[in-house]
Each structure stands twice: as structure tokens, then as C-alpha cells.
């Protein structure tokens, strides 16, 4: 069983507030990922990292920003949340050495913005 | 670039009878694949994957997947579906794609189980 963290689980904000919401690992994995998934709908890639100092952006734009300063930390980040950001955000991490390429996924933050 | 397609969004079983979900995949070389699993309100949990090898790989909780080349599919099944396997189920499918690795989920199917 992955050891991978999302917090919060749930967050209800109001149109204009920063927030950030963090995803750590303990596993040690080089890469890191965010996925955001709409309701029903499948996950698209916004966020991904290779290891510490290292992001890139995924398939679908978004104004979310990341950081990676410790390899088991990788925090999202919105500067000014606005109503189309209301979403779930997942947090994944692999290993960089695995050639499968197997991810491992948090349970997920529902994010609300109100 | 790879896709995946779930055809079915919805599947309602009875509990107890047999399942198959389909999958289908595009890729230009051998990818590979995986199945996930996701409860309401919480993240993926990984069911099964195939690399290479043996082409019918068995997960946990009991499902089963078979890769099948020829057709590009990557079919679960289960022999006999508990109240619990009600979830949504994700196919994905993996990639070595200029130097990124990059997994491409399919739009989800979700699974109903009668009693």
C-alpha cells in the first residue's frame, strides 16, 4: 500500500483566496504528479515533477502553480481561487527507477470555491 | 500520442455474476497498462498492470485483466462481483513520450451492483 497524503480532504473557499493544498509521500519517489478531475470525468495531467527543484506543466492549462523543495513534499498552490477551479485535485508519485512507470495516488482533495 | 477509450460509462451487475470491462487503447509501441480503481470521494487504487510477459495478469481483490494485442485491448474481469467492487473503474495506459513518462487515463467506467 502506497504511504501518500493529501491535505485537506475537503475545502470550501471563497472566490478570490489563496490557497495551497499539500501532497507529501514517504516512499522516496522522484516523480510527482497532480491530476484535477471533474466529477464523472476523467483525470488530466496539470502538474508534474522529477525529482526536487524540477516542474513541469501536464496536458490541461491551469493557473495552479507548484513547488518541489523536498523530494517527498509537492504542494499546489492557487494564488486567487475563482468558481472554475472548483474541482478534485490528486496527488500521484512514482518511481523514477520503475520501469512501469506505476503510480501511486492520495485520496484526493475536493476543492470548492464558492 | 496514446488514448484510451472505455466504451461503457455505465455497467449495472447483479451481485455474484461475472463482469468484464472493456478498455482500448492507441499506442505506436508496446505500452504499458493498468487498471485503477476509485470509491466515491476518494483516489485511485491501483487493481493491476501489465508490462510484459504473461498477457493474463491477475490484480487484487479477485479481477483479472487480459492483454490482447491484436485487438489493442485491455479487458478486466471478475468471475464474481461483490457489493463492494461498486466504483468507478479507470483504464490507463503508460508511455516513455520524449523523455517524460506520462500515464493517459480513460473517461472512467462505473459500476452499479444489485443485490
Known amino acids: 500500500e502506497a504511504d501518500i497524503y493529501q491535505t485537506p480532504r475537503y475545502l470550501v473557499i471563497g472566490t478570490g483566496k489563496k490557497i495551497t493544498l499539500e501532497c507529501s509521500q514517504t516512499m522516496g519517489h522522484d516523480k510527482m504528479y497532480w491530476y484535477q478531475q471533474d466529477p464523472g470525468m476523467e483525470l488530466h495531467l496539470i502538474h508534474y515533477s522529477y525529482g526536487v527543484n524540477s516542474t513541469e506543466k501536464g496536458d490541461l492549462s491551469s493557473e495552479s502553480t507548484v513547488s518541489r523543495i523536498r523530494t517527498e513534499h509537492f504542494p499546489l498552490t492557487l494564488e486567487s481561487a475563482r468558481p472554475s477551479h472548483t474541482s478534485q485535485y490528486l496527488c500521484?508519485?512514482?518511481?523514477?527507477?520503475?520501469?512501469?512507470?506505476?503510480?501511486?495516488f492520495g485520496p484526493g482533495t475536493r476543492l470548492t470555491v464558492l | 500520442a496514446q488514448s484510451v477509450t472505455q466504451p461503457d460509462i455505465h455497467i449495472t451487475v447483479s451481485e455474484g455474476a461475472s463482469l468484464e470491462l472493456r478498455c482500448n487503447y492507441s499506442?505506436?509501441?508496446?505500452?504499458?497498462l493498468f487498471w485503477y480503481v476509485q470509491s466515491p470521494g476518494q483516489g485511485l487504487q491501483l487493481l493491476l498492470k501489465?508490462?510484459?510477459?504473461?498477457?493474463l495478469v491477475q490484480g487484487i481483490k479477485g479481477f483479472e485483466a487480459e492483454f490482447k494485442r491484436s485487438q489493442s485491448s485491455f479487458n478486466l474481469r471478475k468471475p464474481s462481483v461483490h457489493w463492494s467492487d461498486a466504483a468507478e473503474y479507470f483504464c490507463?495506459?503508460?508511455?516513455?513520450?520524449?523523455?517524460?513518462?506520462?500515464?493517459?487515463f480513460g473517461s472512467g467506467t462505473r459500476l452499479q451492483v444489485q443485490p
Open positions: 499506442y505506436g509501441a508496446t505500452p504499458y
Open positions: 490507463a495506459v503508460g508511455a516513455v513520450d520524449t523523455g517524460r513518462r506520462a500515464l493517459t
Open positions: 500521484a508519485s512514482s518511481d523514477l527507477t520503475s520501469p512501469t512507470d506505476t503510480q501511486y
Open positions: 501489465y508490462f510484459s510477459g504473461d498477457t
